[in-house]
């Protein structure tokens, strides 16, 4: 079974979406072909395609809200548009916030429509899963928990993010004794990371204290006309640790 790796933090502006965004293009020139799913109803990691968004075709289809979904998982994934070829997206628009108050409020199976979903199309994909979330703990990123076989949790070195990663670590403890299963947390990643910066020193020294999940990696902070290239190379030793991890 492939893995299904939500990216997380409840705090916004971590690299949540562009860690979702350049982890897939180095699981798709590693030729694994994989499937990113957004669940944030803010669309950043739809938009770095532009797919077009007609009818069934997105993750408020997918989900159903309090209603039953209208499309299954396979119907609902688009192609990438990138230079990799065998990779897909599951969009999001702005209706997920609607979807998300009907899951609210159902009686049954609020906190595993997307698992559902998942498990049952699961044989269409060959490649793993990336699920980017929303900055909150709402319905939407509970989903996302639920379905992950594990998680990587986004954080900068800032004091409210490091929180962040200890509010997801209590979250997925209180899924485990709930569910009798949760994903396992294979790491922080310390995103927009200005070694100049005493403060994050200081926030990475944190992240890597006794109790913290351990660190999967460093980004830098990039900026200027070579960024994504430069992020790409920054991504390329977590990829690959994170796949060993997952024994891909």
Known sequence: MQPSIAVVNHKGGVGKTESVYRLGIQFAIAGLAPLLIDCDPQANLTGRFRPV??????????????????TTLHQAALNVDWPHPAASIIAADISL???????????????????SAIRAERHFFAG????????NAGILTLNALVAATHVIICADPEADA????RRVAEIIGDID????????ILGVLATRVDSQLVRHAEGLAALQAVGMPPLLGVIPNRQGRDA???????????????LAEVGQ
């Open 53 to 70: 968004i007609n009818g069934k075709q997105c993750m408020s289809a997918l989900l159903g809200g309090a209603v039953q979904p209208q």
């Open 97 to 115: 916030e609607n979807v998300a108050v009907g899951l609210a409020q159902r009686n049954f199976n609020r906190l595993t429509a997307l698992a």
């Open 128 to 135: 793993p899963i990336l699920i980017d979330t929303p900055p």
């Open 162 to 165: 490091i929180t962040g990663v």
């Open 177 to 184: 004794r709930e569910r009798g299963q949760a994903p396992r």
């Open 228 to 242: 994504g290239e430069r992020l790409n190379e920054a991504y390329e030793p977590v990829a690959a640790k994170v």
